[in-house]
């Protein structure tokens, strides 16, 4: 006796639908990866924006700074201590902090005398953002004054 079966058993059907589930999840993941990597890249990249601007405008007005002569480290963190950053930063905005109270990144420099190379200054720049896993980021370079 011949029969003929038309259409799919109840186990394929199943078998079908967990792959499809399976295949879906991964995509969502996929996508919510790729989604926070961007968020990621696009804060580094509009930070270190703001790092290339602040360095060009110390470099640019570098006589128009004030310049802290106690070359210790104790100068720069007692510095730094104080959490009221005079800067604010956001997105392409880089203000100043009462400009832009609603930013949600802050930012401050530290001037003073390299300790071995007369002639040269040491810039510490300090980065902060609300949406950071970390509290700063700090940066670090040498102008001369020139």
């Known amino acids: 006796m011949v029969t003929w079966q038309k259409g799919f058993t109840i186990v394929e059907m199943l078998v079908t ?16 990866t ?11 990249i509009s930070e270190n924006q703001q790092m290339q601007n602040v360095l060009e405008n110390i ?10 002569f106690d070359d210790t480290s104790v100068a720069k963190d007692a510095f730094f201590a104080d959490p009221n950053y005079r800067f604010a930063w956001g997105g392409d905005i880089f203000a100043m902090e009462s400009e832009c109270p609603h930013c949600p990144g802050r930012m401050d420099f530290f001037i003073q005398p390299h300790q071995d190379l007369p002639g040269l200054f040491t810039v510490n720049v300090r980065v902060t953002h609300k949406d950071w896993p970390h509290e700063y980021s700090e940066y670090v370079f040498m102008v001369t004054s020139k």
Do not use: E, N
């Not at 470099?59 to 802290?68: D, E, P, T």
């Open 34 to 44: 790729m989604k926070q990597v961007t968020q990621s890249v696009s804060s580094k």
């Open 59 to 68: 470099v640019k007005g570098f006589s128009l700074h004030q310049i802290s």
């Open 17 to 32: 639908a967990a792959l499809l589930l399976v295949m879906i999840m991964t995509g969502t993941r996929v996508v919510l």
